[in-house]
C-alpha cells in the first residue's frame, strides 16, 4: 500500500508530540470533538505501538475493534484503543488493511492483544502475523463466514439444532418458512384510533 505525505488536523502539544514519536510511521493525525485518531503505516505498526507506549506514556491497550468498508480498499480497518494511566488521555490508532495482508500482531508489546485480535478475526476475517492462536473465540469452531461483514447474511448460512434421533447437534442450511420472507410491514398497533408516525403506508389509497 502506497502512503502519502503525512498530514497533521490538529497543532496542539499532544498531536504534535506524536507526530514526533512516531516520524515516517504516521499516515495521518486527525483530532475530532477532542478525540486525537493515529493512522499508521499498517506494516510498521508494532514499532509505532512501541512509541506511543515507550515515548508518549499510552501505557495500557484497552480495546481492538474491526470496522468494514466494503466499497473501500483496503477494506478493513482495525482500530487500537489507547490510554495513557499518567496523562488520563485516550487516543485511537487505525491501520487499513485487506483479507489477504496481515496486520502485525501487537501480542509482543500488550499479551491481552491475543483476545482482541481472535475477535476481530473471528468477526472480520483479518489476520494478524505473529499471533500463535489466531482461532475463532465467540463463534463455533465450524462457523462459516465472519458474522460481522457488511456482506454476510443476517440469517447466517448455517443453523444448528440437536437431533433427538442422531442425538447430538446437527449442522444444516438455513431455512426460512414462507411465512418469515412475507412481509407486510404494517403497524403492530393497527386497529388504534389515531396513526402513528410512519403508519401512513398502511392507508388505503
Given at each position: 500500500?502506497?502512503?502519502?505525505?503525512?498530514?497533521?488536523?490538529?497543532?496542539?502539544g499532544v498531536a504534535?508530540?506524536?507526530?514526533?514519536?512516531?516520524?515516517?510511521?504516521v499516515v495521518s493525525i486527525d483530532e475530532v470533538h477532542g478525540e486525537i485518531a493515529v493512522t499508521v503505516v499498517t506494516s510498521r505498526l508494532v514499532e509505532a505501538m512501541t512509541a506511543l507506549r515507550d515515548e508518549c506514556a499510552y501505557q495500557q491497550l484497552m480495546e481492538i475493534a474491526g470496522v468494514d468498508w466494503p466499497d473501500q480498499d483496503p477494506r478493513f480497518e482495525v482500530v487500537y484503543c489507547l490510554l495513557s494511566l499518567t496523562k488520563n488521555h485516550r487516543i485511537r490508532v487505525h491501520?487499513?488493511?485487506n483479507e489477504d495482508v496481515p496486520v502485525p500482531s501487537v501480542t509482543g508489546i500488550w499479551p491481552v492483544a491475543g483476545w482482541l485480535e481472535r475477535e476481530v478475526f473471528d468477526m472480520y476475517g483479518?489476520?494478524?502475523?505473529?499471533?500463535?492462536?489466531?482461532?475463532?473465540?465467540?463463534t463455533d469452531?465450524?462457523?462459516q463466514g465472519h458474522p460481522q461483514r457488511k456482506d454476510f447474511p443476517l440469517t447466517g448460512f448455517v443453523?444448528?439444532?440437536?437431533?433427538?434421533?442422531?442425538?447430538?447437534v446437527m449442522y444444516e442450511p438455513v431455512t426460512l418458512a414462507q411465512d418469515f420472507r412475507s412481509f407486510d410491514f404494517m403497524s403492530p398497533w393497527e386497529g388504534a384510533d389515531?396513526?402513528?408516525p410512519g403508519d401512513e403506508k398502511g392507508e388505503a389509497k
Open positions: 500500500m502506497s502512503h502519502s505525505a503525512p498530514r497533521y488536523a490538529s497543532n496542539d504534535d508530540a506524536i507526530a514526533k514519536a512516531l516520524g515516517k510511521d491501520v487499513r488493511t483479518v489476520l494478524f502475523e505473529g499471533n500463535s492462536d489466531l482461532r475463532r473465540i465467540l469452531y465450524g462457523f443453523e444448528l439444532r440437536y437431533s433427538e434421533e442422531h442425538k447430538r389515531y396513526v402513528l
